[in-house]
């Protein structure tokens, strides 16, 4: 039986809930180790202390108690019709999606509406996975793909960044250019990436099975954690011999942290350093309540292998396991020179010692910061050189001069 899709109901009946999960307790803790430290420093605060303490446990309950019951009547209300349909915007579309970015596995866990599955977008609905659905949604279908996977909080509707500004997205100039056709996905990035992979990978036999016409051409293009997932279901897919993983002519990550990313390793240092003193330990654990897709990012693990059974928090990166990448795909890995979440290491996948992530990737790097790697003019064409096939001049790791431009038409 399938959901009615969520509110914007559901989303406030979601943030009371988060609020007596996550804040009322922090605010609690704090408050109370900051008592104690002050009835400590008094002489005689004992009794006045225990007074405190059960007036504060009172308030503290009767303000959970409303938040939960105030909750608990919004979901009742947003069941029945109260406010409209999140996937209506594309403003609640993407508040949806950086929700499930945060918390997405509890989410899940809950088995709650907010928490999206991965689909096949068009015009920002679901596709129906199968030919009579791909027909509709791609009345013009080609025999060639090119499937762009968005990065963490992100969605389908990402891929329109900055469209007004540079005057085009890729998906415009792969239409123009090529004789590809692009298709979106989106999906709950605070999943593990190893699961969001093998589901990638299903959901890739899906789509070549039931496409309107034959597919002799995939061409897979993520940003940011969406590089992890595509390098994920790549390795899923040739472990259980999924047929689509043999027409895969090109990889593309962009800004993707194969090494890990820096960000969420502050994030984890900033949690421990807060978990030294009493008074700032509640916010630690707020911290540490940030989903499993986000932890991955800090080690850029894709295998369920590297994260099973291990305290992800309590390690900095080691354990990686080599992934085999496509021997007959052409890997692409770009970089921005200003990013402040992936450093240009870890997106090129070259590490200062050791071997590269992948041998026969070809790195690149391009002005720019993170979300600026989402239609970027010098990555536009690139894209359309790499889909058409042609040999393309690429930036070395260092240079970030603008790439040459490809002719128009097709090859």
């Known amino acids: 039986m399938t959901m009615a899709p969520p509110r914007t109901g559901h989303t406030a009946a979601l943030a009371l809930s988060y609020a007596d999960e996550v804040v009322v307790p922090c605010v609690r803790e704090v408050h109370r180790a900051v008592a104690r430290r002050a009835f400590g420093a008094v002489a005689g605060g004992r009794g006045p202390r225990l007074v405190h303490d059960a007036v504060a446990a009172l308030a503290y309950t009767g303000v959970s108690q409303g938040l939960r019951g105030a909750s608990a009547g919004l979901r009742h209300l947003a069941d029945r019709g109260l406010g409209t349909p999140v996937e209506r915007t594309p403003r609640t579309r993407l508040l949806r999606s950086a929700v499930n970015g945060l918390v997405g596995d509890r989410l899940e866990a809950r088995h709650d509406l907010y928490a999206l599955a991965m689909s096949v977008r068009s015009s920002g609905v679901d596709v129906t996975p199968e030919r009579h659905g791909f027909a509709l949604a791609y009345p013009a279908a080609t025999s060639e793909l090119v499937v762009l996977v968005h990065g963490l909080g992100e969605n389908d509707d990402s891929w329109d960044l900055g469209a007004q500004r540079r005057g085009t997205t890729y998906e415009a100039a792969l239409h123009a250019r090529t004789c590809a056709t692009t298709v979106r996905l989106r999906y709950n990035t605070g999943r593990h990436v190893s699961d969001n992979g093998a589901e990638l990978s299903d959901l890739l ?108 928090t309590a390690h900095w990166g080691d354990g990686r396991i080599a992934a085999a990448p496509l021997p007959h795909a052409a890997y692409h890995f770009v970089a921005a020179t200003t990013d402040l979440v992936v450093t240009g290491r870890s997106a090129t996948g070259r590490p200062g010692a050791g071997d590269p992530v992948i041998a026969h990737a070809h790195p690149a790097r391009v002005a720019g910061g993170h979300l600026g790697l989402l239609n970027h003019p010098q990555v536009g064409e690139l894209l359309v050189a790499w889909v058409n096939g042609r040999p393309s001049a690429l930036p070395s790791p260092a240079a970030a001069s603008p790439a040459p431009t490809s002719p128009k038409g097709h090859p």
């Open 205 to 312: 036999t899906k789509l070549v099975d039931g496409w309107p016409v034959p597919v002799a051409r995939l061409h897979l293009v993520g940003h940011s954690m969406g590089g992890l997932v595509i390098r994920a279901a790549t390795s899923y897919g040739v472990a259980r011999r999924a047929p689509w993983t043999s027409r895969v002519a090109t990889v593309v990550c962009l800004g993707t942290p194969h090494l890990g990313a820096p960000l969420e390793r502050a994030v984890q240092v900033g949690s421990r350093v807060l978990a030294l003193v009493p008074e700032t330990l509640p916010f630690a654990t707020v911290l540490g309540i940030r989903s499993v897709g986000i932890v991955d990012l800090r080690h850029g693990y894709v295998s369920p292998d590297e994260w099973y059974g291990r305290d992800l």
